[in-house]
């Protein structure tokens, strides 16, 4: 046996027992794989709480800090908390709302409709909120280097490109390299779903048992989904090429999935 393979031998063993009857060895139990501890930026949207079960399920420790940056209705904080209470995690909220008293050009926090229409129509880029990313994660990050997380978690994908550049790889990317430079507390940007479409979130949802209807989408806030905003289509669509029934309820005036797919996708 070569000096490596007793290494290797002495390493997965123990002696336990040395006398007359000889030798024995026991395997070794292996350490357990080190619980992170994770800061998951929450929204109640059914990517981040994909985000979220995946996490749980995987044996982080997880935490959830939701923010209200001015909103047009706090539907999603409703949704969100309750979601916290059910998976028996903290819950952080935080009030920059503030901030909304310049950012004026969003739809999803200024005065402008939200207008019901694709992602991919030029329409749907007033619902960017200037930097928000940067400035959410930026806290978490704050967040996390002082309560000694060991990461920050976000839930962008694939389609948010389209319309969000700060929902990016080159922008994460960059943003790991300033956290890492930020602090002697080192925080990994976690973006697990960034490279995958809203549809592939849906099955890791499926396979977590997410509970869909007690995830919120709709940037309208009314009292059901309106199925017909750029997230509600996104939404129906994921359900839709995934193979998943969408247990969603929308209001009674939305186009339904058939009317969606023959017009493209276009309410
Ligand atoms: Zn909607």
Not at 15 to 23: D, I, K, Q, R
Not at 31 to 43: A, D, M, R, V
Not at 44 to 51: F, H, Y
Not at 99 to 108: K, Q, Y
């Amino acid at each position: 046996m070569s000096d490596e393979e007793d290494l290797t031998y002495e390493q997965n063993y123990v002696l336990t027992t040395a006398g007359s009857a000889g030798v024995t060895w026991a395997l070794k139990e292996k350490p357990k794989k080190k619980q992170k501890k994770i800061l998951c930026i929450y929204s109640g949207g059914m990517d981040s709480t994909v985000l979220l079960y995946d996490l749980i399920n995987k044996g982080n420790q997880v935490e959830a800090i939701w923010f209200n940056y001015g909103q047009r209705h706090k539907k999603e904080h409703l949704f969100a908390e309750q979601i916290c209470s059910k998976l028996g995690i903290e819950f952080t909220e935080l009030d920059i709302s503030e901030i909304n008293s310049f950012l004026t050009n969003s739809s999803l926090s200024g005065e402008q409709d939200i207008p019901d229409v694709h992602y991919e129509d030029d329409k749907a880029i007033n619902t960017i909120v200037p930097n928000r990313n940067m400035i959410m994660l930026s806290i978490a990050t704050a967040k996390a280097i002082n309560d000694k997380f060991d990461a920050v978690a976000f839930g962008c994908h694939y389609g948010d490109r389209v319309v969000y550049p700060d929902c990016r790889i080159e922008y994460t990317n960059a943003l790991q390299t300033a956290i890492f430079l930020a602090d002697r507390h080192l925080v990994k940007l976690l973006t697990p779903f960034i490279d995958i479409t809203k549809a592939d979130i849906v099955n890791i949802g499926q396979k977590n048992n997410v509970p869909w209807t007690q995830t919120w989408t709709c940037y309208k806030g009314l009292e059901k989904h309106c199925g017909s905003c750029p997230t509600c289509i996104e939404r129906r669509e994921a359900f839709h090429l995934a193979k998943v029934l969408d247990p969603t309820d929308y209001d009674n005036h939305a186009l339904t999935v058939e009317e969606l797919v023959s017009r493209k996708w276009r309410p």
